[in-house]
């Protein structure tokens, strides 16, 4: 079993940032890409970013797009969403997901490619 637990979302004023944090846990394989996905209320759960293993790839949705930066950590199981210029439209609970395809990062954008997801964590813009 794999565990993916997220920390960090909270409210913040639109302009401001905030950066969220997932930690892979469990019986995890040698290697595995990681992303976050978002969701809004009465939304579906939209793609926001997505880093390969090694962390030499990385892709974004259009909606964050030189306002939100993924990265990985030295030991790999933790993958960071660091985000700025917040706006009230990012507003949504933000989930973490783990995926062993080894399609390219560009392509695992919708969430049936993806293997493991965390419980979310949320996040509020205030304008």
């Known amino acids: 079993q794999v565990q993916l637990v997220e920390s960090g979302g909270g409210l913040v004023q639109a302009g401001g940032s905030l950066r969220l944090s997932c930690v892979a846990s469990?019986?995890?394989?040698?290697?595995?890409?990681m992303g976050w996905f978002r969701q809004a209320p009465g939304k579906e759960r939209d793609f926001v970013a997505a880093?390969?293993?090694?962390?030499?790839?990385?892709y974004y949705g259009d909606s964050v797009k030189g306002r939100f930066t993924i990265s990985r950590d030295g030991a790999k199981n933790t993958v960071n969403l660091q985000m700025n210029s917040l706006k009230p439209e990012d507003t949504a609970v933000y989930y973490c997901?783990?995926?062993?395809?080894?399609?390219?990062?560009?392509?695992?954008?919708?969430?049936?490619?993806?293997?493991?997801w965390g419980q979310g964590t949320q996040v509020t813009v205030s304008s």
């Open positions: 469990g019986r995890t394989r040698s290697s595995y890409n």
């Open positions: 880093i390969t293993w090694s962390g030499g790839s990385t």
């Open positions: 997901a783990l995926t062993y395809s080894p399609a390219t990062v560009a392509v695992v954008t919708t969430t049936e490619q993806w293997d493991y």
